[in-house]
């Protein structure tokens, strides 16, 4: 049995048991995949996939425990290899994280900053998706650290550790109505056109929670992943934003109102996450405690308030 077919056969599963999905994981040719899937099933004396024909339909009763034992297998090898390169080259590698926009846009880049001062033969690769993607990146070994608000809590395969917590603001153009209205109070924005989040993305499901718990049915007539996108159409007049407190930039959202939302909806949690088998090289770590401090230093300006430190800051 060899590390190479053990991948083949992760490749496979992920890609949804398409053998040309595997092979452009894996960067080999097909014949190569199914070449290794042959040889791990001749070896293991079982089949591995459910067949019809010759397509591949899912795993075998077997095949669910090999694959298991394979993606751990692989875990730990990269684990092994992680070590010798912490001890060998400690100041260089790749550094892959993954997060949504509002992290990469609004919290990161004094933090990348430092790191890179600290670190400049590290190169960094920020991968943006969505919360899920972001778990399911992580435990695939397709990035080192996620760090999003939805989704990574509560995973049993994830360390997850909280760095800080948020609230919502509201944003309108200057001369808006709604930013003269005392107090502001769930029913006053329902009165509104809103632009907020997507699903899924920076605390809308406690968004739309909070109103539906008080029977309100907010008018959002527009939602995007992306902070900037719904400040642009705040300035186009569809509707009143509300975005994460941190992502309000008084110099560069001069242009906007602000009136804070805490007092209306619970407070979120935004954490780093990474496989729990995962050894985490020290430059990682330093990343860490780097995301940790500058999250202490703007934390009253933006809204942003710490819960716990991150695993090792103390080191």
Same mark, same amino acid.
């Given at each position: ?36 899937? @042959?040889? *791990?099933?001749?070896?293991? =004396?079982? /089949?591995?996939?459910? $067949?019809?024909?010759?397509? !591949?339909?899912? &795993?075998? +009763? ?105 609230? @919502?603001? *509201?944003?309108?153009?200057? =001369?808006? /109505?709604?930013?003269? $209205?005392?107090?502001?109070? !769930?029913?006053? &924005?329902? +009165? ?124």
């Amino acid at each position: 049995m060899e590390l190479r077919q053990l991948r083949s056969l992760i490749a496979l599963v992920d890609g949804g048991f398409s053998v040309t999905r595997a092979a452009q994981a894996v960067h080999l040719v097909q014949p190569a995949v199914s070449q290794h899937l @042959r040889q *791990l099933e001749d070896e293991l =004396g079982t /089949p591995l996939f459910l $067949r019809h024909g010759k397509r !591949l339909l899912g &795993l075998t +009763e077997a095949g669910l425990q090999v694959v298991q034992h394979a993606r751990n297998a692989l875990a730990d090898t990269a684990n092994i290899q992680a070590i010798g390169r912490d001890h060998a080259e400690e100041s260089r590698g790749v550094l892959r994280i993954g997060t949504t926009h509002t992290q990469a846009r609004y919290v990161l880049p004094p933090v990348l900053r430092a790191f890179n001062t600290a670190y400049p033969d590290v190169e960094v690769q920020i991968h943006q998706a969505t919360p899920a993607q972001l778990v399911e990146a992580a435990l695939a070994d397709r990035i080192d650290l996620a760090i999003c608000t939805e989704a990574i809590a509560d995973h049993p395969d994830l360390a997850a550790f909280p760095a800080y917590r948020w609230n @919502r603001c *509201l944003i309108a153009p200057h =001369g808006h /109505p709604v930013l003269k $209205r005392k107090p502001i109070s !769930l029913e006053v &924005l329902c +009165e509104y056109p809103i632009v907020t989040y997507v699903f899924g993305f920076t605390g809308r499901r406690n968004l739309s929670t909070s109103f539906a718990k008080l029977g309100l049915r907010p008018q959002v007539v527009l939602s995007a992943a992306d902070t900037d996108v719904i400040k642009t159409y705040v300035r186009e007049g569809m509707g009143i934003g509300i975005i994460a407190a941190l992502a309000y930039q008084p110099d560069q959202d001069a242009d906007l109102g602000r009136r804070d939302l805490s007092h209306l909806f619970p407070w979120e949690v935004t954490r780093i996450a990474y496989p729990k088998r995962k050894y985490v090289r020290r430059f990682q770590q330093r990343f860490m405690d780097l995301f940790q401090q500058e999250v202490d230093r703007v934390g009253k300006a933006h809204g942003l308030w710490r819960v716990s430190r991150t695993p090792g800051a103390e080191k």
